[in-house]
């Protein structure tokens, strides 16, 4: 599984990951919703699950479910920090097409 963080977002992540104790890494997988069909979502976990697969990235734990590993590979996460902009954006290389918040793709 392929995923890339920006520095940025590593440094968010870890930050996050920091404010709990528990935390075993970042779950990362997709849902149905959002403008676009489907949408990501990201959460600390503490206890992965058996059908995850794992990986680690700039030194962060991911956890993806295995049916969603086609769909995330090669995902770039960011974390814009600008005056108009700041969170966390995905850039997915499989994703046909994405909504105007970049928070929602289709395939």
């Known amino acids: 599984m392929e995923i890339h963080v920006t520095p940025s977002a590593a440094q968010e992540l870890k930050r996050l990951l920091a404010t709990n104790p528990q935390a075993a890494g970042i779950r990362l997988k997709v849902e149905a919703g959002g403008c676009a069909g489907l949408t990501?979502?990201?959460e600390?976990?503490?206890?992965?699950?058996?059908?995850?697969?794992?990986?680690?990235v700039e030194g962060?734990?991911?956890?993806?479910?295995?049916?969603?590993?086609?769909?995330?590979?090669?995902?770039?996460?960011?974390?814009?920090?600008?005056?108009l902009a700041r969170g966390f954006?995905?850039?997915?290389?499989?994703?046909k097409s994405t909504c105007g918040c970049g928070t929602s793709f289709s395939v």
């Not at 976990?45 to 697969?53: A, Q």
């Open 40 to 42: 990501y979502k990201m």
């Open 44 to 56: 600390i976990t503490t206890t992965p699950l058996p059908s995850e697969v794992s990986c680690i």
């Open 89 to 95: 954006v995905f850039h997915n290389p499989q994703a």
């Open 60 to 83: 962060i734990p991911f956890y993806i479910e295995e049916g969603h590993t086609l769909l995330l590979s090669g995902i770039e996460i960011d974390y814009p920090q600008g005056l």
